[in-house]
C-alpha cells in the first residue's frame, strides 16, 4: 500500500528539536541533566510552550504545573491526549520523555497544515516531576496525596514549593484532576528503555499496560554467635537462610516461564564481621507483572516456602509490605489501533508489556490508555549514551499521529452508538 495517502509528520523538525532540547542542562559529556524544577527544566518547558503556541495550541498550567496545550474539536466533548515529560534524571539522555511532548505537538502542526479539525479536542501534556514525584500524571489522576509531608523528593525540596515555582498552585492541587469525560484517552509515544524491540528487530512496541509493582522488606532473625565455637548444627544461621529466599525468589519467578520478574537487590547483614555467625538479615523483594493475580500468587507462593526455610534454619522470617503499585493496563481498542496504524504505515510490531514507570500509568487510572514504544539501541536509557535513530523516532510519532486519527473516529462512533 503507497505510504503517500497517510499524513506524516515533519520528521527533519521532530528530530531537530530532540537535539535542540537537550541543549537545556545539557553537560560536557553530552548526558542531560534537566532535572524536575530546576532552571533547565523552566528553559525547557519555556521552549516547550513556544513550541506548542507555534503549532496552534493554546497553553495554559493546571494546579500541578502540568503545561497543557490544546486544539479545538470540532465538537466540545471529551479531548483526545497525548504527551510525556521533560525531565530527566541526573545524567539522563535525550529522548526519555521528550520524544512523546515533541511528538504531540508535531502531530498538531501536522493537523494545522493539512487543515484538519480532528472531531474531539486535542491535548498535548508535559507532565511535572516525572523522574521523581509523578506529581503531574498522579494529580491528574487524582491519586497524589494533597498533603506536602507525604511526599520525600530526592533532593529534599518541599514539593508544594517546587509545584508553586514552576507556575502551579500547591493549594488548588485537587483541581488538577481530570475525568474521562474531559478526556477519553492518552497515548504516550515513548523510548522502549529496555533491548527487547531492538533483539527482536521490531519497530514499534505495543505496550500492553504498565507493570504494577509490589515492594516487600523481609527480615530474617536467627542468633548471632562464635564463627569458630558453634557447631554447624547448633546455628541459627540468618544469611544462611537469606541465601535459600533469594533462590527460592529466583525459582518462582522463573517456573514456569512467564513475564513477571521479581528481585532481591539489597541485603543488609548483622554483625557483618567475618567471625560472626550472622544473626539477621534484611532483604528487599520487589516483584513486578501485568497481572496482580500473578503477583499475588508468587507472593504467596514464596510466604509458603519461606515458612519452610524458616523452620528448616531455625529463623524466624519475616515479610512486611513497603510499596504497592497496582498494574495498569493499556486498553484493548488501542492496542488494536495502534497495531493497525502500525501495520498500515508499513511498521513491524511487537506486544509487549512497559518495566518502567510512565505517566500513561496514572493516567490509565481514570481513561483509556495506550503507550508506543520505540527501540532504545543497545537498550541503554537514563544515560547520556540513551539513543534512538531519527527515522525511529519519526516512524514513532508517524504511529501516533495515525492513532490519534484512527481513535477520532472510534470515540465518534462510540458517542452515535450511546443512547
Ligand atoms: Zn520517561
Given at each position: 500500500m503507497p505510504l503517500q495517502q497517510y499524513l506524516q509528520i515533519n520528521g527533519q523538525r521532530l528530530n531537530q528539536r530532540l537535539q535542540e532540547l537537550a541543549r537545556f542542562g545539557q553537560a560536557a559529556d553530552g548526558g542531560v541533566s534537566r532535572l524536575a524544577f530546576s532552571p533547565a527544566d523552566a528553559q525547557g518547558r519555556h521552549q516547550v510552550q513556544q513550541w506548542m503556541q507555534q503549532a496552534g495550541l493554546e497553553t495554559r498550567l493546571d494546579p500541578a504545573g502540568n503545561l497543557i496545550g490544546r486544539l479545538p474539536g470540532q465538537?466540545?466533548?471529551p479531548a483526545l491526549a497525548t504527551g510525556s515529560h521533560l525531565d530527566t534524571v541526573?545524567?539522563?539522555?535525550?529522548?526519555?520523555?521528550v520524544l512523546g511532548v515533541l511528538a504531540g505537538i508535531e502531530v498538531a502542526s501536522t493537523l494545522r497544515d493539512s487543515a484538519l479539525v480532528l472531531t474531539h479536542p486535542y491535548e498535548v501534556i508535559v507532565f511535572t516531576d516525572e523522574e521523581d514525584t509523578m506529581i503531574g500524571s498522579r494529580a491528574m489522576a487524582g491519586t497524589a496525596p494533597l498533603d506536602a509531608a507525604a511526599y520525600r523528593r530526592k533532593d529534599g525540596s518541599p514539593i508544594d514549593d517546587c509545584v508553586n515555582q514552576v507556575g502551579g498552585c500547591w493549594s488548588q492541587l485537587a483541581l488538577a484532576r481530570r475525568s474521562r469525560e474531559q478526556i477519553c484517552a492518552f497515548v504516550e509515544l515513548h523510548v522502549e528503555q529496555g533491548g527487547v524491540l531492538e533483539t527482536a528487530a521490531r519497530q514499534i512496541g505495543v505496550v500492553q499496560g504498565v507493570v504494577g509493582m509490589q515492594r516487600y522488606q523481609i527480615t530474617i532473625t536467627g542468633r548471632p554467635n562464635h564463627a569458630g565455637t558453634t557447631p554447624m548444627d547448633l546455628r541459627q544461621d540468618a544469611l544462611v537462610a537469606a541465601a535459600q529466599v533469594v533462590l527460592a525468589v529466583n525459582r518462582l519467578a522463573t517456573c514456569p516461564p512467564g513475564q513477571r520478574v521479581a528481585t532481591v537487590g539489597a541485603l543488609q547483614v548483622w554483625p557483618n564481621a567475618a567471625n560472626i555467625v550472622p544473626g539477621r538479615v534484611q532483604a528487599s523483594l520487589d516483584v513486578r507483572d501485568l497481572d496482580q493475580g500473578v503477583i499475588d500468587h508468587l507472593v504467596q507462593s514464596l510466604s509458603l516456602e519461606i515458612a519452610a526455610i524458616a523452620e528448616a534454619t531455625h529463623t524466624s522470617i519475616d515479610i512486611v509490605p513497603q510499596l504497592q503499585v497496582a498494574p495498569s493496563p493499556a486498553a484493548d481498542h488501542i492496542q488494536k489501533i495502534i497495531a493497525r496504524a502500525s501495520a498500515d504505515l508499513g511498521l513491524s510490531i511487537m506486544a509487549m508489556p512497559s518495566r518502567a514507570g510512565h505517566d500513561a500509568l496514572e493516567m490509565g487510572r481514570f481513561t483509556d490508555m495506550g503507550m508506543i514504544f520505540v527501540p532504545s539501541q543497545g537498550g541503554?536509557?537514563?544515560?547520556?549514551?540513551?539513543y534512538t535513530p531519527p527515522e525511529a523516532c519519526t516512524q514513532g510519532a508517524n504511529v501516533l499521529l495515525e492513532t490519534l486519527l484512527q481513535l477520532d473516529r472510534y470515540y465518534s462512533l462510540e458517542q452515535m452508538r450511546q443512547p
Open positions: 465538537l466540545s466533548g541526573p545524567g539522563g539522555g535525550k529522548f526519555d520523555g541503554v536509557s537514563h544515560s547520556e549514551v540513551e
